[in-house]
């Protein structure tokens, strides 16, 4: 017998809703479950890649921290760079930064200056889109390096706090929208 690969419903039942963390009020998606198994976290790559060959892209960015993950991931399998973008101070060399705001005052994210090329076309990847503070800082500096966004890609969306609409000049894929 074949064995078919996860699905994204396959995936969505795998994904744990934690209430009141890391503070009352938040139901927490957390994606350790699709981590710990390989078909689920397989599937999840080819998923968020699956727009994608090798040769159209030549950077995959991977935002702090847990977009890392799938990041990486999808760099190997589309052979291309990974590009972290990191949360202010993280980084060892000369940086280019991005404030963005939050639900309580704001934060700051940060990519090498030499981090990518005019000109490279990039993929976007993080495990959750909320409210697209986050994304959308990391696609101006992106942008800033004079790369090319060629789509950004999520495991999880928070369609109710309408991220989405800062990131709408860009193709935008969502696996999972809760």
């Not at 760079?81 to 060892?92: A, D, N, S, W």
């Not at 060399?93 to 990039?122: M, P, S």
Request: with cysteine; aromatic share 8%.
């Amino acid at each position: 017998m074949i064995e078919t690969a996860p699905s994204c419903s396959d995936i969505q039942r795998a994904i744990r809703t934690i209430p009141d963390f890391p503070k009352p009020g938040i139901q927490f998606k957390d994606i350790t479950p699709v981590l710990a198994d390989a078909r689920l976290f397989s599937a999840s790559i080819d998923l968020l890649t699956e727009d994608f060959r090798p040769g159209m892209v030549d950077a995959v960015v991977g935002i702090d921290a847990r977009g890392f993950i799938f990041a990486g991931a999808a760099a190997l399998k589309l052979q291309a760079g990974f590009v972290p973008i990191r949360k202010k101070g993280k980084l060892p060399y000369q940086t280019h930064e991005q404030e963005y705001a939050l639900e309580y005052g704001t934060a700051v994210v940060a990519v090498h200056v030499d981090a990518l090329k005019r000109g490279d076309r990039v993929l976007i990847i993080d495990d959750l889109l909320a409210t697209g503070g986050t994304a959308s800082a990391a696609a101006v500096l992106v942008k800033g390096l004079g790369a090319r966004i060629v789509g950004i890609s999520f495991l999880i969306e928070l369609g109710f706090l309408g991220g989405r609409k800062k990131l709408s000049e860009f193709p935008v894929r969502s696996l999972i929208v809760f």
